[in-house]
């Protein structure tokens, strides 16, 4: 955009400024349909709110009455389960959310907006880049509410679940959750390693062990095949 050698000096400032204004908020301000990474941590007061967010809460089913993926839904803390230490990356992770207060929902012209609204974001670790999300859409939930985010894109590292509301001033991040992706073994080097509990580590000491076994029984085999 070229400035008018005819104006004034003072005017061709002006109008140089306006361009130049103009010209930086297209480079800095994310264009209307791109999701915005903008993000601003504002964890809830932990006094008078209290947010949180389970994984896989159904996933004993013995555990889960026979109620299926229905057992932490409009229920309490003690019949829902937490298993973020080695989560399976299928086509989507159950999860479970509860928050004591308003979760804002954005209705009519905005409904469709990607930037108006509760959602729950998947992120890898240390990363702003969204990988997978879902919207909630229950303003006032009664005790803790289930619903599936896709998982299937995901590799093996450590990944957290951020719980974002998404406004016209950026997204706010409320409640973050750390879990593991134990499977598919694509793995990311640049994710730090996850925490071994003592049930993946059984679970190696276990499989060690019969990879040994197997090699000493092929060993005897091939002997007595001699």
């Known amino acids: 955009m070229a400035i008018d050698e005819r104006l004034p000096l003072a ?11 103009s010209i930086l908020a297209a480079l800095v301000l994310p264009a209307a349909d791109a999701q915005r990474l903008d993000y601003k941590f504002r964890p809830l007061d932990p006094v008078l709110y209290k947010a949180t967010i389970l994984v896989d809460p159904c996933k004993d089913q013995v555990l889960a009455g026979g109620r299926g993926f229905s057992c932490c839904k409009s229920s309490g803390i003690a019949v829902c389960q937490d298993h973020p230490e080695a989560v399976v990356a299928e086509e989507d992770l159950h999860i479970a959310y509860f928050q004591n207060a308003h979760i804002p929902v954005c209705l009519g012209e905005f409904e469709s907006d990607p930037d108006c609204g509760s959602f729950i974001e998947i992120h890898k670790y240390g990363d702003y880049a969204i ?62 390693p996850r925490p071994q509990t003592q049930s993946t580590a059984t679970a190696a000491t276990q499989q060690q062990h ?16 001699l």
């Open 11 to 21: 005017a061709q400032w002006i109008s140089a400024l306006l361009i130049g204004s």
């Open 131 to 192: 990988e997978s999300s879902v919207e909630l859409r229950n303003e006032w939930p009664n005790g803790f509410e289930s619903i599936f985010i896709p998982t299937e894109n995901l590799c093996a590292g450590s990944y957290e679940l951020w719980w974002v509301v998404r406004t016209p001033s950026g997204p706010y991040v409320q409640y973050t959750k750390p879990f593991w992706v134990v499977d598919p073994s694509c793995d990311d080097p640049r994710l730090p």
């Open 210 to 225: 019969r990879a040994g076994s197997s090699e000493d029984g092929g060993g005897e085999q091939r002997k007595l095949a």
